[in-house]
């Protein structure tokens, strides 16, 4: 069965401290892995796109990581910010546009 | 350029009544999800338009959910008659399916998202 995990669930970091959060999926076949940044009562927005050759993208203070042999990705915060505070939503996709969601990472970043 | 489109933003009704949802996907966009999500978890599909063709209905409570696409652009979700379990956000996402499947492409672009709540 396709499977994404993500951990830790929620997170909660000082302003200014760096986070890493954590993917494991279950999915065959692998096209690409994505994470998604969701503030609360908006819609999910893209952060990073890694695919199968890649190990390491960043997209400003945003670094993500996907060890194709051990099925993990991670994405780590740099220098967290206020406006970092969200759900962080790791997506995988099957073959042509199936997309497995994880249940997201809930991060607050306290001043 | 204008993003996906939803409304309503929030809807309050009460059980056994209808609701509907309107989406207006990203120009262009040939591929268009409804998504259920309930609070703390990701979105799960709930059907999937390529056109104005559903290619993936399976997750859809089809006795109680109904959705459309006529012409292949705007869309509606309706559900009816609605019930306590179905409180969450429904959001839209679209994205453009080309004839060249490449690893990086096929991103959703999702919208607010409509939460509607069922007394």
Known sequence: ?111 | EAGVVQSPRYKIIEKKQPVAFWCNPISGHNTLYWYLQNLGQGPELLIRYENEEAVDDSQLPKDRFSAERLKGVDSTLKIQPAELGDSAVYLCASSLKTGYWQENTGELFFGEGSRLTVL
């Open chain 1, 1 to 111: 069965k396709n499977q994404v995990e993500q951990s830790p669930q929620s997170l909660i970091i000082l302003e200014g401290k760096n986070c890493t959060l954590q993917c494991n999926y279950t999915v065959s076949p692998f096209s690409n892995l994505r994470w998604y940044k969701q503030d609360t009562g908006r819609g999910p927005v893209s952060l990073t796109i890694m695919t199968f050759s890649e190990n390491t993208k960043s997209n400003g203070r945003y670094t993500a990581t996907l060890d194709a042999d051990t099925k993990q990705s991670s994405l780590h915060i740099t220098a967290s910010q206020l406006s970092d505070s969200a759900s962080y939503i790791c997506v995988v996709t099957s073959g042509t546009y199936k997309y497995i969601f994880g249940t997201g990472t809930r991060l607050k970043v306290l001043a």
